[in-house]
């Protein structure tokens, strides 16, 4: 149990372009969902936590209107990298918890490879 | 905030020795510790989590220790075996609430055939 997939696991896409990632909780709901951005050899960066029918809540840095987030079921997050440059290429990586209980473990998504040229 | 530290960022065995990887955290207020295990261009994979009220749990080959007076906990992996091989990440966060997971470093774990 508690499977999380995303897709597309890599995108290739050229400047100034949009690109959406989903992220699906395949056999539990989750009220809450986390999307990471990891560099070569770095640690996880939180850029924002996704709960479902609200707003997203951006961590300090991380421009709202640069990555778009939208939380519209209890399976479903979506991330839309808007006009995306080379710099925004990374691995992006979701996360969602389980909704039935106060429950602390996340579960992580395969991750995203996005490549702006 | 939270602040967690790991080490060390790099570490190679021998296949069948043992692997230990230590993270200390900032916040006495952390309760809940979970490890991670990430392969090449994979999301993390949960292995093993510790809540604050037990000091020790084990799952076959992989353990995790914790000592809160001492803010620092511990993943220790026995009879290591190539597929060991991975990054691995600590975390610590506060059960309930806003539940911002804080991850260490991370470690770079190689085991030589």
């Known amino acids: 149990g508690a499977v999380v997939s995303q897709h597309p696991s890599r995108v290739i896409c050229k400047s100034g372009t949009s690109v959406k990632i989903e992220c699906r909780s395949l056999d539990f709901q989750a009220t809450t969902m986390f999307w990471y951005r990891q560099f070569p050899k770095q640690s996880l960066m939180l850029m924002a936590t996704?709960?479902?029918?609200?707003?997203?809540?951006?961590e300090q840095g991380v421009e709202k209107d640069k990555f778009l987030i939208n939380h519209a079921s209890l399976t479903l997050s979506t991330l839309t990298v808007t006009s995306a440059h080379p710099e925004d290429s990374s691995f992006y990586i979701c996360?969602?918890?389980?909704?039935?209980?106060?429950?602390?473990?996340?579960?992580f998504g395969p991750g995203t490879r996005l490549l702006v040229l | 905030g939270e602040n967690v530290e790991q080490h060390p960022s790099t570490l190679s065995v021998q296949e069948g020795d043992s692997a230990v990887i230590k993270c200390t955290y900032s916040?006495?207020?952390?309760?809940?510790f979970p490890w991670y295990k990430q392969e090449l261009g994979k999301g993390p994979q949960l292995i093993i989590d510790i809540r604050s009220n037990v000091g020790e749990k084990k799952d076959q080959r992989i353990a995790v220790t914790l000592n809160k007076t001492a803010k620092h906990f511990s993943l220790h992996i026995t009879e290591t075996q190539p597929e060991d091989s991975a990054v691995y990440f600590c975390?610590?966060?506060?059960?309930?609430?806003?539940?911002?997971?804080?991850f260490g470093t991370g470690t770079k774990l190689q085991v030589i055939p």
């Open positions: 996704s709960n479902e029918g609200s707003k997203a809540t951006y």
């Open positions: 996360s969602a918890r389980d909704r039935p209980y106060i429950q602390e473990t996340q579960y």
């Open positions: 975390a610590a966060l506060i059960s309930g609430g806003y539940q911002k997971v804080t």
């Open positions: 916040d006495s207020a952390s309760n809940y």
